[in-house]
């Protein structure tokens, strides 16, 4: 099993990151670099919840369909539905906090299950860079997000 966990505080309100998060419009792609447009489909949404097909060219293409849940304040769950990769049930856990400043903190619980040899593959590199890696990114989109206006 990946499971890392990893943090980062942004300049941008806890509000408006979970907004950006939960934001299934066609604009996704660009407020999420690291998603490819071409397996990003919205498949149904409801007031505090979303089923997407989402995913990136890494290793020839990986994707899963998952179930995203906001219903809880300060915290958006994905929970993994279906890929040829990882088995269902999974979860990647956002929790999501103001700062005084007005900025926000991130904390990301990451966890996947290899259901075929290239999962097996994504997983352990998840393990061994994911929290660098993950973190990075997610460093830079609160940053992308602070400069959008959005």
Known sequence: ???????ADGAVSAERF???????SERRPELWPNLEA??????ERGD????????????GGVWARERYDWSE????????????DFRPGTLIDY?????ADGGCHVAVD??????SPRGRVVGIVVQLTGVGRFGRDLRETLARLARLAY
């Open 38 to 43: 071409k397996f990003y489909r919205l498949l």
């Open 48 to 59: 505090t919840w979303a089923e997407v097909t989402e995913g990136t060219d890494v290793l």
């Open 73 to 84: 304040p300060g915290r958006v769950t994905l929970t993994l539905l279906e890929s040829p």
């Open 95 to 99: 929790h999501v906090s103001e700062r």
């Open 1 to 7: 099993m990946a499971k890392i966990h990893y943090e």
């Open 18 to 24: 979970v907004t950006a998060l939960t934001d299934f």
């Open 110 to 115: 990451f966890q996947r299950i290899a259901a």
